[in-house]
């Protein structure tokens, strides 16, 4: 069976640090990975998503993600947080429809002015 | 990408009653979404709701407990029956925009007392 860990429940950066959320998953073949934001009152928007093809996945508002197969994670970065990205992360890896998607527990994003 | 509206944003209920929660979409779509997310924990899926048949509940969500209606190609309800304070939760519809990525409503808040 699929699973997300996202091992850091709550995370505070300062406004203008650079940004590293983690994902690890587990899935037996090549995952479908996403990463979707949750702001307070609004449903998860999608910033990013891995397919296939370059590791490297851009997204909006930023936000970047990595795809490792050998350490089976997909980090969400950014250079610099704006106060606005102060949210909770959701990463989810799915088997290639979207009828299937297991999400991580999320990791709540705190900036500091 | 679909907009997805769902009624009521929030409300709470008293224990042993029931919920119906909306959820309008802006174009017809095959497959909706209903998910769960309890305080603190992350999203986890209750059923899928096709248009003309039979919700498909997940394993832990009974139908009797979660009725789902499915009246055509745009509309979906989702009733929280006989509630408990368990119940508290945030409910969310999606649904797929046609590349195997969700989009989320903004979610209905029950408050279960």
């Known amino acids: 069976a699929q699973s997300v860990t996202q091992p850091d429940i709550h995370i505070t950066v300062s406004e203008g640090a650079s940004l590293e959320l983690r994902c690890n998953y587990s899935?037996?073949?090549?995952?479908?990975l996403f990463w979707y934001v949750q702001s307070p009152g609004q449903g998860l928007q999608l910033l990013l998503k891995?397919?296939?093809?370059?590791?490297l996945v851009q997204g909006i508002k930023g936000f970047e993600a990595e795809f490792k197969r050998s350490q089976s994670s997909f980090n969400l970065r950014k250079p610099s947080v704006h106060w606005s990205d102060a949210a909770e992360y959701f990463c989810?890896?799915?088997?290639?429809?979207?009828?299937?998607?297991?999400f991580g527990t999320g990791t709540r994003l705190q900036v500091t002015l | 990408s679909a907009v997805i509206s769902q009624k009521p944003s929030r409300d709470i209920c008293q224990r042993g009653t029931s919920l119906t929660i909306q959820c309008q979409v802006d174009?017809?779509?095959?497959?909706m979404f209903w998910y769960r997310q309890q305080p603190g924990q992350s999203l986890t899926l209750i059923a899928t709701?096709?248009?003309?048949?039979?919700?498909?509940?997940e394993s832990g969500f009974v139908i009797d407990k979660f009725p789902i209606s499915r009246p055509n190609l745009t509309f979906s309800t989702l009733t929280v029956s006989n509630m408990s304070p368990e119940d508290s939760s945030i409910y969310l519809c999606?649904?797929?925009?046609?590349?195997?990525?969700?989009?989320f409503g903004a979610g209905s808040r029950l408050t279960v007392l």
């Open positions: 999606s649904v797929e925009r046609g590349d195997n990525v969700l989009t």
């Open positions: 899935y037996g073949a090549t995952p479908y």
């Open positions: 891995y397919f296939s093809g370059d590791t």
């Open positions: 989810a890896v799915g088997a290639g429809t979207a009828s299937k998607l297991t």
């Open positions: 174009s017809q779509v095959t497959m």
């Open positions: 709701a096709n248009q003309g048949s039979e919700a498909t509940y």
